[in-house]
């Protein structure tokens, strides 16, 4: 299989059928791919709505976490569980596109056609349809973000993401990784490449992230990071 496309969510039952169905519209006979939603213990109808789904189509899957782990928990258990090369992750409030994946998976073809090192495309939402405080909070965390890591990513809070399964597996696991997977790659001998996205508002549902609380763990995050970084050190081995 080529492609698993992971969407971990906590409480967004009215979003899950329409972004399903856009996902089948972007990639129905464009690529061989799986449908891996995470359910991070929500309390809404997502447990039934993800039930139904699984009855109606073999290549759409769920988990459930039994307690609840947060994001970055619920895409590792996706790429766990995923049967793709390739992981393509999705926020599943459908502020992200479907539509932006398979130009993501050509240029991700481009890539390794040319380029020897692992690569990662990053979703860029370059016209942002957040409200004002987290555009303001999101664009202070980039810059110091950028400063502190080297990472060259204009946008990595971006949900749209695809990598190669294989190389997420070998990055270390911590809570809120979601936020540094860029870094990650970087820190395995990879590469970024950012691509303009599609981003849109919120139309059902509510945020389940304030910018205070994610400015309290994002210090602490930033610098375990740098720790990581510091420390990297990726053996090259060859069978005799």
């Not at 447990?47 to 139904?52: C, H, K, N, S, W």
């Not at 240029?107 to 390794?112: V, W, Y």
């Not at 555009?135 to 890591?149: D, F, H, P, T």
């Not at 691509?195 to 919120?202: I, M, Q």
């Given at each position: 299989m080529?492609?698993?496309?992971?969407?971990?969510?906590?409480?967004?039952?009215?979003?899950?059928?329409p972004l399903v169905a856009e996902i089948r519209a972007a990639l129905d006979g464009k690529l061989d791919y799986e449908i891996i939603y995470v359910d991070d213990g929500s309390t809404d109808a997502t447990?039934?709505?993800?039930?139904?789904l699984r009855a109606q189509g073999p290549n759409f899957r769920s988990l459930r976490h039994v307690t609840r782990c947060g994001q970055s928990a619920g895409v590792r258990s996706g790429v766990k569980a995923a049967r793709g090369t390739w992981i393509a992750t999705l926020d599943g409030d459908r502020q992200n596109d479907p539509a932006?994946?398979?130009?993501?998976?050509?240029?991700?073809?481009?890539?390794?056609?040319?380029?020897?090192?692992?690569?990662?495309?990053?979703?860029?939402?370059?016209?942002r349809q957040d409200v004002l405080s987290?555009?303001?909070?999101?664009?202070?965390?980039?810059?110091?973000?950028?400063?502190?890591?080297k990472d060259g990513t204009p946008d990595t809070g971006c949900g749209l993401k695809l990598f190669p399964r294989e190389q997420f597996l070998e990055f270390p696991y911590f809570k809120?990784?979601?936020?540094?997977?860029?870094?990650?790659?970087?820190?395995?001998?990879?590469?970024?490449?950012?691509?303009?996205?599609?981003?849109?508002?919120?139309?059902?549902?509510?945020?389940?992230y304030g910018n205070l609380d994610r400015a309290?763990?994002?210090?602490?995050?930033?610098?375990?990071?740098?720790?990581?970084?510091?420390?990297a050190s990726i053996p090259t081995a060859n069978e005799e």
């Open positions: 080529q492609l698993s496309v992971v969407v971990p969510v906590l409480n967004e039952a009215e979003n899950i059928r447990p039934q709505i993800l039930a139904e932006d994946i398979p130009a993501m998976w050509d240029r991700a073809q481009q890539e390794i056609a040319t380029n020897p090192k692992p690569v990662l495309i990053a979703g860029w939402r370059v016209k987290k555009r303001i909070a999101s664009r202070l965390a980039n810059k110091l973000r950028r400063a502190m890591l809120h990784m979601h936020r540094y997977l860029c870094a990650l790659m970087i820190r395995q001998g990879g590469h970024i490449v950012s691509v303009p996205v599609n981003h849109r508002h919120r139309t059902q549902g509510v945020s389940k309290l763990v994002g210090v602490s995050d930033l610098l375990g990071v740098a720790w990581l970084q510091r420390r």
